[in-house]
Each structure stands twice: as C-alpha cells, then as structure tokens.
C-alpha cells in the first residue's frame, strides 16, 4: 500500500495534489511520501518484534538525508557501501552505532573515517579486506566489530545484473571456506568477530532462496560456534522485491519474510539485522514527469516525456518495468492508448516501455512512473546536460523540496577551463 491516490480525479500524494507540487518545482522531479516510508520501515520492525533486531536501511536505494531522517527518526540504523555514504548518513543524524558498513572494495581512508566517526559493524567480504582492516583499527588503537559476508552459492533468480550471491559474483567468501576465514580473522588484531552477514541479491520475489540461504547460515553459526567463536549477531542482508507490474506480481510480503528469519534463526539467541532498500523506499516514490509531444511513428504512436533515462536509467539498464499513469484520472470507460513511452535522449535505449496499454494522454500533461522511489534518482546523471532531477518529500498537506534542480549555470559552471586555453 502506498499514499499515491486519486482523489476528486486528481492524483495526490497523501493530501497533496500532485498538479500543485508541479507548478511549483517544474518537471521532472522525484516525489516520495513520508507516510509510505515509515510505513514500509515499520512492516519489517514490527514483523520482526520479539527478535532482538536492528532493520538497517540499504541506504543506496535512496540517500537524500531527508529520506534518511525520517527512517531514522522511525528507529532505522544505515546500511551504507561508501565513505559518502556512511558521511551522509551521519549528517541525516545516524549515530555510528545504528551504522553498518557493507561493500567488496572499502578503501583504506573510507575504514578510518567509519572508525573515527563510529561503526556498528564492518562486513568484510575478503581477506585482504580483513588484513587492511586489521591493520587500520591498529594504527587508530581501536578494536572493531566486524561480521564476515559468506557467499552461500544459491541463485535468487533475480536479474543477472543484481544476484550477489552466486559463486561467479564478486560477493562474500565461498561458504566452503568460512571456518578457515573465521579463524584467520579472529586471529588478527584490531577485529572483534561477532557474527555473519549474508545478502544473495536484489528484487527476489521468491522466498525460496532466501530459506536455502539462511540454512546455510544457521549451520554455519553452529559449526564457528563449536569452533569457539562468539557469534552473536546474523546480517541477513536485503532483497526483497515489490510489485512493480501490480495487475501481474504479488511478492512475498514483509511479514512472510519476517516470518521466515523468525523460523530459521529464532532459536539461535542472535541479534538480527536485515538491509531492506527497494521494498522501503521503492513504492514510497514517483517520478513525475510531462508529456512534451505525441508523435505519430510508422506502426506506433510515441510518448516523448520530458523524462529521460538519465533520471531513470533502470528500464534501460535492467529492462525494468515501471508503471505509467495519468496525473488526471481517466474517466470511466475513457479512450485507451498503446505507446512506446520515450524521453528525450539522443540514443534508442532512452525507451521506458513499449507497446504500453495505458490511457490516452496529451502534449501538456503530466504522467507518474509508479515504484521509482529506490534506485531512481540516486542513479540520475546530467546525461545530454539535463539538470539533475530535483526531488521532493510530501508529509501530509506540506511539500518540500529535498534537493532543488541545479539552475543551468550551476550546472555548466562546474567545469573548468584549464588556464592555458
Ligand atoms: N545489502 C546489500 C549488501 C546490497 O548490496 C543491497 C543491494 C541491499 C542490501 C539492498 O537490496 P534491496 O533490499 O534494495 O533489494 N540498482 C539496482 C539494484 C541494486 C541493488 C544492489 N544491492 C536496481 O535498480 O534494481
């Protein structure tokens, strides 16, 4: 369920029209519901109650600190995979103990940036990882807690370019070896082993693996236990997918998910994390965007929007699917329409849907991309010096501007002549 609905035939985003926002920001922009977020964030803490756990938002599906706060200000810790991000999270106001810090190539500078400012965890995922963690936690005269990312070779049967936790991806360490990983690491000074991370991939909407998984991980923390290790604590990753096609998709729900880490690890007295993303920030958001013209192909009729794939790249890079409605609602039994909905970008792959069924819009009017709130606009670019897209966060009737779009001198003036030009 989300905040985005018609009212009197008028989209809003909980009390707000969305016509109102677009007079005042111009489009495109981003627009997320705060009631949405908290709501998603609350599925998983509450379906987890009874389990000692901390839901660490994947922060990557969406970082703008305002974003941030509001799951913060909900309980939330951070999941963050850089040292912008771990920084962001902080000035949203994330203390470093609700913090966690995941990702395959953390640098050295990141490390003692985490350690200066405080961290929950680091989840190591290799050993020359484990070795420079080591020796930056020594020289900063600290001890850290670290959990090591265990690649448990299952398929999420997710799209091959989000599974993590296939033996071929670059993710974790092969199961097979972690009693020999785990005794290196609790040898080495300056990491305090506590426990175990593992996350498979992204958008599964099967709990089959996530059980196949998290079996592997229970045996895993009975045989480093018998081994004398003090696992305490089980990162269980993020993961699971939302309905972007509604008519056609229902995913498993929070609660069945929550329900399964309850069955396979509540017998285990650890300390839960999990590090949803898509399924808390995704349908909390929009994409809002105006039809410039309808353009009559051969075979086709084309949808040219004034969005473009720099502000939303997942249907060309994942073929993703995201659904497209009119600000205006149709009226009952209205014209329907077939488009190959397009922007503006000067390549074919700047294509969001083809052949879509969806009602009959015109030049001028304004159309939302559902499910846009996770992986959108923090994977935006200036592509064909297109403003990056603004975004704005609705609470009830009030409506903010969380990142304005860059006038085009703010945008063209980063560059910089060199001097002897
Ligand atoms: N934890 C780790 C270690 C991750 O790598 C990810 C996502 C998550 C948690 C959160 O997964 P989620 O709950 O959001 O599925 N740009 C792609 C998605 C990339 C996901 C990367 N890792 C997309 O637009 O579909």
């Not at 005269?141 to 090591?148: M, Q, R, Y």
């Not at 081994?227 to 993020?238: A, K, S, Y």
Request: hydrophobic content about 45%.
């Amino acid at each position: 369920m989300d905040h985005f609905l018609y009212r009197d035939g008028v989209l809003h985003a909980e009390d707000v029209p969305l016509p109102e926002i677009a007079a005042a920001v111009g489009t495109p922009f981003y627009l997320y519901s705060t009631a949405t977020l908290t709501r998603h964030f609350r599925l998983f803490d509450e379906g987890l109650a009874g389990l000692d756990h901390l839901v660490c938002y994947a922060m990557k599906a969406n970082s703008n600190q305002a974003v941030l706060k509001v799951l913060a200000e909900a309980g939330a810790g951070m999941d963050v995979v850089s040292g912008g991000e771990y920084l962001r999270a902080k000035a949203a106001g994330v203390p470093g103990e609700k913090i966690v810090f995941s990702g395959v190539g953390k640098t050295r500078e990141e490390m003692a940036l985490a350690i200066q400012g405080g961290i929950r965890q680091f989840n190591l995922e290799s050993e020359p990882e484990m070795l420079l963690l080591s020796e930056v936690a020594t020289s900063l005269g600290a001890t850290v807690p670290v959990t090591i990312r265990v690649n448990p070779d299952v398929d999420a049967k997710t799209h091959a370019k989000i599974a993590t936790g296939k033996s071929e991806n670059k993710f974790g360490i092969p199961i097979s070896r972690a009693r020999e990983v785990y005794a290196q690491a609790a040898a080495l000074p300056g990491l305090e082993v506590i426990g175990i991370d593992c996350h498979i991939g992204s958008q599964l909407t099967d709990l089959t693996p996530f059980a196949e998984a998290f079996d592997l991980v229970v045996s895993l923390t009975e045989a480093l236990r018998a081994d004398g290790h003090d696992i305490r604590r089980l990162d269980l990753g993020g993961g699971l997918g939302i309905p972007y096609e509604r008519s056609n998709e229902a995913p498993p729900l929070p609660i069945e998910f929550c329900n399964l880490i309850k069955e396979k690890v509540g017998h285990l007295d650890v300390e839960v994390e999990i590090e949803p993303g898509r399924l808390i920030a995704g349908n909390a958001g929009l994409l809002v965007s105006k039809v410039i013209f309808v353009k009559e192909g051969e075979d086709r009729q084309f949808l040219i929007l004034d969005a473009a794939m720099n502000d939303l790249i997942r249907p060309a890079m994942y073929d993703s699917y995201h659904e497209v409605i009119p600000v205006i609602e149709p009226a009952p039994g209205a014209e329907p329409a077939t488009y190959d909905i397009v922007g503006p970008v000067c390549e074919s792959g700047d294509t969001f849907a083809k052949r879509r069924a969806m009602a009959k819009v015109g030049a001028g009017d304004l159309v939302a991309f559902r499910s846009a709130g996770a992986y959108g606009a923090v994977m935006s670019s200036e592509y064909n010096s297109r403003p990056m897209v603004p975004e704005v966060l609705v609470h009830e009737h009030q409506f903010a501007v969380i990142r304005p779009r860059p006038t085009f001198d703010e945008m063209i003036n980063r560059d910089i002549i060199p001097e002897w030009m």
